[in-house]
C-alpha cells in the first residue's frame, strides 16, 4: 500500500528490512546500543561488525532519539539506530518517545541527505508497545514530517509478518479518511 504525502511517498511493505536497498533502514534499537534480539540481531547480523564497533564509539543514545552508523554489508548505506520506549502503560510518556524516536530518524536522514529510508515496527516487540497504537503514531509522526518542507522521497514501513502489516494498513486507512493531505494510492 502506498500514500502520497506532498511530494514524497510512504509505502507499505511486509518484508525482511534487512533486505531492503534504501538509502538508511532504522533499526529499533536499545540505549546502550549493544545489540540485541528482533530487529536489532537481524540488522547486527546481516550488517557485521562495522555497525557495532560505531555503536561502540557512540555509546548512548536516549530513548526519543538516535543515531546513525554505516549500513556494513547491507544493502542499505547507513543504519538510524532510533530508541523506542518500553512500553507501561501509555501514561508514562510513551506516544511523545516513540514519536520523537521516528522524528529523529526523518531528521538524521535528512542531515546526512538521505533520500530514501525504511522504518520496522519500533517498540512493538520485546518493548511490547501496542502495535496498533504504535503504528498511529508512527503514522501520524511520519505523514506530519513529510507535509512539511523535506528532501526525504520514500518512507517505507517493512513490517514482520502479514498482521503486522494488516495493522499498520488500517492505521494508514484511518488517518488517510482524516486528513486529506494524505492521498492513498493503491
Known amino acids: 500500500m502506498k500514500a502520497k504525502i506532498g511530494r514524497s511517498v510512504l509505502e507499505l511493505v511486509e518484508g525482511d528490512i534487512t533486505e531492503q536497498r534504501v538509502d538508511a533502514i532504522v533499526n529499533a534499537a536499545n540505549e546502550g546500543l549493544r545489540g540485541g534480539g528482533g530487529v536489532d540481531g537481524a540488522i547486527h547480523r546481516a550488517g557485521g561488525p562495522e555497525i ?8 548512548r543514545c536516549p530513548t526519543g532519539s538516535a543515531v546513525i552508523t554505516t549500513g556494513g554489508q547491507l544493502p542499505a548505506r547507513h543504519v538510524i539506530h532510533a530508541v523506542g520506549p518500553v512500553w507501561r502503560d501509555g501514561a508514562h510518556g510513551e506516544p511523545n518517545l516513540l514519536a520523537g524516536a ?6 538524521l536522514a535528512e542531515e546526512h541527505n538521505l533520500r530514501t529510508i525504511a522504518f520496522p515496527s519500533i517498540s512493538t516487540g520485546v518493548y511490547g508497545y501496542p502495535i496498533d497504537r504504535a503504528a498511529r ?4 509522526t511520519v505523514a ?5 518542507d523535506t528532501r526525504v522521497e520514500l518512507v517505507r514501513f517493512v513490517l514482520f509478518g502479514r498482521s503486522a502489516y494488516d495493522v499498520y494498513v488500517q ?3 484511518e488517518l488517510a479518511d482524516r486528513d486529506e493531505a ?3 494510492v493503491s
Do not use: F, H, N, P
Not at 102 to 107: D, G, I
Open 102 to 107: 521516528y522524528r529523529s530518524s526523518l531528521q
Open 137 to 140: 503514531v508512527a503514522l501520524r
Open 171 to 173: 492505521a494508514l486507512q
Open 144 to 148: 506530519d514530517y513529510l507535509k512539511g
Open 182 to 184: 494524505i492521498q492513498l
Open 52 to 59: 557495532m564497533a560505531e555503536c561502540r564509539r557512540i555509546g
